[in-house]
């Protein structure tokens, strides 16, 4: 006999999420699990507002017809299924299947705020390599770079991401260039899409000599991956990607082609992070993984991240969506 139930969360979120437009209090999604005899599987589906073309009610009718599909011992086909959903979905029957593995990578490379000294303290813990990551295009590109250059000035061991989020024009692009020490470039990781176009941001990357990855990119309609002058990484956010197989081939892809992969988060749950943590250890075992979110959140859900202290709701306390089991 299998079984399968949906459970939907709503989660507060920090007071100073904001997302592209909008301020997100509230996240909302769902946990997938699946029960075949004594085995269990979960997953979970959690479309992003304003990344995610599925809205979560969307997804969550998407789901139960998935699930009744996998009910009926019926092949789902992922190609049709909004990304958020056939994440979710796959992870749930990886982990029942056992092909998903228990260990997961938990090390993170912190966000920075304006104050280095915050980071030369988180920094102090991190095994290995010091890695960190700032988010740019926010404010002028001229302060950006400022803020990036004493970074790397203040700590020379450091290892800096950055994400602009396609908010750059060539110019501004340049004008963030010219303040970071070129001494000091070959300690930025990679810029995550700089430019609105990949053309732009790829003649920024050969003109500054900061390595590029795509993370946007990934997304857009007909992309496919192909090496590039300049392109160093790229960024997999699965629950904006699909399902565990294309995220597998993305993967393998990118490390044929010796780019580094990073798997990062959607604002996922503590359950979810947990889940792309293990991932990452799968898949990426010497990249650390952009998973440095929980503290957006006020509460966890179900699994709790490692040292987090946030309070942890249990999955028994969420709403059942839906639930359903083989004849």
Not at 71 to 82: E, F, N, Y
Not at 250 to 277: K, R, T
Request: charge should be negative; glycine fraction near 8%.
């Amino acid at each position: 006999m299998k079984h399968a139930t949906l459970y939907r969360y709503d989660l507060p979120m920090d007071s100073g999420v904001i997302l592209r437009h909008t301020r997100l209090t509230q996240r909302v999604g769902f946990i997938v699990e699946l029960r075949d005899g004594e085995r269990i599987g979960r997953g979970e589906i959690a479309p992003l507002p304003e990344f995610s073309k599925e809205t979560a009610e969307q997804a969550g009718e998407q789901a139960q017809v998935m699930l009744n599909h996998w009910l009926a011992g019926q092949a789902i086909d992922w190609d049709v299924l909004s990304p958020s959903v056939a994440f979710g979905i796959s992870m749930a029957m990886a982990e029942l299947s056992g092909e998903l593995p228990a260990e997961g990578n938990f090390v993170v490379a912190p966000l920075c705020s304006g104050d280095p000294d915050d980071l030369v303290q988180k920094l102090a813990d991190m095994p290995g390599q010091k890695v960190a990551k700032i988010k740019v295009g926010l404010y002028e590109a001229i302060r950006d770079g400022m803020v990036a250059n004493m970074f790397l000035e203040v700590i020379p061991d450091l290892l800096l991401r950055l994400d602009a989020n396609r908010q750059w024009t060539p110019a501004k692009a340049a004008q963030f260039a010219k303040y970071v020490h070129p001494a000091f470039r070959e300690r930025i990781a990679f810029l995550e899409e700089p430019c609105p176009s990949p053309e732009e941001s790829l003649a920024f990357a050969k003109d500054s000599g900061i390595g590029l990855a795509w993370d946007e990119t990934l997304r857009d309609e007909g992309f496919e991956l192909e090496a590039a002058d300049g392109l160093k990484a790229i960024v997999i956010k699965p629950t904006l990607i699909g399902g565990l197989a294309k995220v597998k081939s993305l993967v393998a892809q990118a490390h044929d082609m010796g780019l580094e992969v990073v798997i990062s988060s959607s604002l996922e749950s503590s359950f979810g992070l947990n889940q792309l943590a293990r991932v990452a250890h799968w898949l990426t075992p010497s990249t650390i993984p952009g998973l440095d979110t929980i503290d957006l959140f006020q509460t966890q859900l179900e699994v709790p991240w490692p040292n987090c202290t946030l309070p942890t709701t249990p999955l028994s306390d969420c709403s059942i969506a839906w639930q359903a089991s083989s004849q």
